[in-house]
């Protein structure tokens, strides 16, 4: 796969030597606090091999593509897709940030770039990102983005011991 570049930022298929990249997004509490409960080192183990293999459209895992700050070189956090189980037009997307990019504008932009690369590539008629609620970084990002609010499914998600509300947002392709 190609780089996705955008004006301050590079993305690049994730490889063996992004594990320490992702192994700190998954345990650092300000970056999950909204996205699931801290993994074991096993388990982050498994979701990072999983995305390794080269990915192409129709792929049942994640498309993974590390975010790169052009300016400094630096890895900034991880963002990508994958293929909904149920309709094949449809993807999902997610991303996560190192805590020291938030509100710099970086997942604004990368997830622009990214929208914009699986609109002109890949088939689909819809991008789907579900968020949990009280996470307002990310609405906001994703509304930023076009994406629309469709549906919240009350209860679904719990981190922490807590129940949360999951909020699906759509972007129309």
């Keep these: 796969m190609a780089l996705i570049e955008s004006s ?3 993305m690049r ?3 063996e030597g992004d594990w320490p990249l992702f192994e700190r997004l998954h345990q650092d509490e300000e970056v999950i606090r909204y996205a699931f409960d801290k993994p074991s080192v096993d388990q982050i183990r498994e979701r990072f091999e999983s995305r390794l293999p080269i990915w192409s459209w129709g792929s049942e895992h994640w498309l993974c593509l590390v975010i790169i700050d052009k300016l ?3 890895p900034i956090g991880v963002t990508g897709l994958c293929q909904a189980e149920n309709n094949t037009n449809h993807v999902e997307v ?3 940030l190192l805590p020291e990019f938030h509100g710099k504008g970086y997942g604004t932009e990368s997830l622009l770039a990214l929208v ?3 609109k002109l590539h890949f088939p689909i ?3 789907n990102a579900i968020v949990t609620d009280g996470n307002v970084a990310s609405c906001k990002v994703l509304e930023k983005v076009g994406f629309v609010l469709r549906e919240r499914d009350p209860n679904a998600y719990q981190i922490g011991g807590i129940d949360y509300d999951d909020l699906l947002y759509c972007y129309q392709v």
Excluded: F, M, R
């Design 8 to 10: 301050n930022l590079v």
């Design 13 to 15: 298929a994730i490889s």
């Design 72 to 74: 400094s070189n630096q």
């Design 94 to 96: 997610g991303y996560l």
């Design 116 to 118: 914009k690369h699986a």
């Design 125 to 127: 008629e819809q991008i």
